[in-house]
């Protein structure tokens, strides 16, 4: 059964994606505007240590719907593992400390994300000894992330999220243009960074998702 829409006014919102300028990725930023304009399926592009692919994708997105945010939005690796920054005004170096890191974004205005916490294949992953250290100052956690092989480390996502009283996020990491969208949340419609959080802890957030990522055929 195919994913089912709620309410027609809620966004739908991937909020992990990865263009080219990953270097790990093959989706090109008018790939990923393309679905979007196919599916309706927001995309939050959040590169490997660089903003270049989530201001090319946005600036082609407020092209199709002005009333789109501009995100701004980096997958960092910091010396003990990975946290996106999003809403930011400019790239955040990697390889600093993971507080650092942190602190930078937040100096932004911008919002912390903990990606695929205790997914067990990444070695990108932050370091599970360092999460509830610092976990004060994660906005969001994301607890559905569409290359997490176990639903049991997503499942173990959403309890560490809940144990802290934190928002989850929903991401189809896509890395691939097949990939793109098969994962996503629903929410209010949202401007700023405040107004997601509010979307967010609003309970408005949806799953219409398998439990783990499909096997491929």
């Known amino acids: 059964m195919g994913p089912v ?18 270097g790990d990725s093959f989706n090109e930023p008018g790939i990923i505007s393309d679905n ?6 927001l995309p939050l592009v959040c590169d490997h240590n660089t903003t270049a692919g989530s201001a090319a994708v946005s600036h082609d997105l407020r092209k199709i719907d002005p009333q789109i945010p501009e995100i701004l939005a980096e997958e ?6 990975e946290v996106v920054g999003l809403f930011l005004s400019e790239m955040v170096p990697a390889y600093l400390d993971i507080r650092e890191t942190m602190d930078l974004i937040h ?3 911008g919002l912390v994300l903990l990606p695929h916490p205790f997914c067990s294949w990444r070695g990108s992953r932050l370091w599970e000894e360092y999460a509830a250290e610092i976990v004060r100052c994660i ?5 559905f992330n569409g290359r997490v092989i176990h639903a049991e480390e997503n499942a173990a996502a959403r309890e560490f999220a809940g144990r802290y009283n934190k928002p989850i ?4 990491d896509s890395h691939r243009p097949q990939d793109l969208g098969r994962w996503w949340l629903e929410l209010e419609p949202f401007s700023t960074p405040e107004e997601l959080m509010k979307a967010l802890l609003a309970g408005t957030v949806r799953f219409p998702v398998l439990e783990r990522f499909p096997e491929e055929k």
């Open 139 to 143: 906005d969001i956690v994301e607890g």
């Open 169 to 172: 996020s929903v991401g189809s």
């Open 36 to 41: 979007f304009r196919k599916t309706g399926i």
């Open 107 to 109: 100096g932004q205005g």
């Open 76 to 81: 960092v690796m910091t010396r003990q593992g």
């Open 5 to 22: 829409i709620s309410r027609p006014d809620l966004w739908k919102f991937d909020m992990h994606v990865h263009s080219v300028y990953s």
